[in-house]
């Protein structure tokens, strides 16, 4: 299982190993996700509670309509925030504060004691939150001034492929399968770097992406081998709360504060950071968190490949976001990709 974190537009692959906690509600790091989801990867990880050829209740597909739509939307959700927000301020502004309700949930239904952790756990945690949110998903945020959010999704979408090359690096043997699948997520990345080359997007946006995508990876990878906090949900806070605090320090670095009036804010970039708090980095998250431990992880992990289609979808209709042959193709490469990598990881 991956330790979780709040949905970030960016979910958390899972990895092999033992972990502790989810990206969603039990250990996924995620929020955080969610801005963005990634599959887990974990071939030791149980499936769930449910058994082999057992039927999917109606309970399992609506958490999963859940993370698909919710997690698929919080690219959007990114880019209305940054229209009239700073990327770093916004996004510390939304973790700290899903971090603090997260937190304040626990006390209230599981007591002070579940919030309980040693220095080292509140290290781990501030590390891995430090390289999800603020690497992983501030550089997203950022990169959303430059990028339209389904070129993003679908470039976020390879971060299974960095999982299974960290696990090789580490003397893990993923299997042939797998590696198939990483240079298939190379190739479609190579595409999707086209818009930029050509002009259509701004290529240093293009490139942010890719560098949160390896920071998430490096992120989710190292949660399951380093000291966490004993509970998920804790450890998942913890790390929001850093990540948050580390945004808010970069953009306050880069001088975000400066020219920035909050009443000039648009009503719908509210609503947006909002609606990242509440639904992307809560309900998503418990989503999330629930189907680690109630369906099998093969159909948790179709997320991977469906949040990049509910993006850019999302991003056509809303935003009116073009849909380039590069994007098209270049994603439909890397989703394959990743349906490659789950694929094994299932049947290992």
Known sequence: MTQPTADTGMPA???????????????????????GPAAPVDSTAPGGPTAPGRRISGAVWGALAIVYVVWGS???GIRVVVETMPPFLSAGARFIAAGLILAAIIAWRQGLPALKATRAQLASAALVGLLLLLGGNGLVVLAETAVPSGLAALLIAVVPAWVVVLRRVSGERPGLAAYG?????????????VPGLSGDVRLWGVFTVIAATVMWSVGSFSSSRIPMPANPFAASAYEMVAG?????????GRGEQHGFVLSEV??????ALAYLVV?????????????????????VATYAYVNPVVAVLLGALVLGEQLTWPIALGGAVVVAGVFLIVSTERRR
């Open 279 to 299: 639904f992307g980095s809560l309900i998503a998250f418990t989503a999330y968190a629930w189907l680690l431990h109630s369906a099998p992880l093969s159909l």
């Open 244 to 252: 948050g605090i580390g945004c808010l320090l970069v953009g306050l």
């Open 74 to 76: 919080t690219y959007l």
């Open 181 to 193: 699948g990483v240079l298939l997520g190379l190739a479609g990345l190579a595409v999707l770097t």
């Open 13 to 35: 692959p899972g990895s092999s190993g033992a972990s502790t906690a989810p990206a969603g509600p039990t250990a996924p790091v995620e929020s955080t996700a969610p801005a």
């Open 266 to 271: 648009s009503g719908r970039s509210w609503t």
